[in-house]
T-cell receptor, first 112, second 114 residues
Framework: QKEVEQNSGPLSVPEGAIASLNCTYS??????FFWYRQYSGKSPELIMS????GDKEDGRFTAQLNKASQYVSLLIRDSQPSDSATYLC????????????FGKGTKLSVKP | GAGVSQSPRYKVAKRGQDVALRCDPI?????LFWYQQALGQGPEFLTY????????KSGLPSDRFFAERPEGSVSTLKIQRTQQEDSAVYLC????????????FGPGTRLTVL
């Protein structure tokens, strides 16, 4: 059973702080990794994709991938109340047709 | 339209009724995925199409679930003899190519079975 694990939270941070969201995955052959943001009652929206070890930065967001540790994280700098949402980690496992395995999501709350 | 669209947005069905959920992917996207999302959970894969070919249906929970994409564009997910456990949000996603490509999600259809 291929699994993606996330702390369900809620993770609460003050406005302006760094929010750190973590995800581990079980399939060592996983190739592609995605972070989606999902507001309540809405569909998932892509935040970041990452394919190789290291960091990838896009504005206030940084994704970090460590394939040896089977670990991927998302850092949100200068957190804003509008960042309050559930963040879903998704993994495309080796040999699949492209379907994603999602974690249960981490609920982030940014307090003004 | 610029994004993935789904209809209806909300569907209430009585137990035992058949339902059909529609997905219009982004124009030109080869791959189309259906996911089921229960409350408080992440989306779970149901089935995958590459053009009109259904290449993976391993996630369909029972033979009451059926999906098609006859012309390689619009897709329909059909659920026969709905049960209460079918209540969930059904999400459709499309991507330009295959494995590893970014998937863009539609707004979903919230199905409630009474």
């Amino acid at each position: 059973q291929k699994e993606v694990e996330q702390n369900s939270g809620p993770l609460s941070v003050p406005e302006g702080a760094i929010a750190s969201l973590n995800c581990t995955y079980s399939d060592r052959g996983s190739q592609s990794f995605f972070w989606y943001r999902q507001y309540s009652g809405k569909s998932p929206e892509l935040i970041m994709s990452i394919y190789s070890n290291g960091d990838k930065e896009d504005g206030r967001f940084t994704a970090q991938l460590n394939k040896a540790s089977q670990y991927v994280s998302l850092l949100i700098r200068d957190s804003q109340p509008s960042d309050s949402a559930t963040y879903l980690c998704a993994v495309n496992i080796e040999g699949s047709q492209g379907n994603l395995i999602f974690g249960k999501g981490t609920k982030l709350s940014v307090k003004p | 339209g610029a994004g993935v669209s789904q209809s209806p947005r909300y569907k209430v069905a009585k137990r035992g009724q058949d339902v059909a959920l529609r997905c219009d992917p982004i124009s030109g996207h080869v791959s189309l995925f259906w996911y089921q999302q229960a409350l408080g959970q992440g989306p779970e894969f149901l089935t995958y199409f590459q053009n009109e070919a259904q290449l993976d249906k391993s996630g369909l929970p029972s033979d009451r679930f059926f999906a098609e994409r006859p012309e390689g564009s619009v897709s329909t997910l059909k659920i026969q003899r709905t049960q209460q456990e079918d209540s969930a949000v059904y999400l459709c996603a499309s991507s330009l190519g295959g494995a590893g490509d970014t998937q863009y999600f539609g707004p979903g259809t919230r199905l409630t079975v009474l």
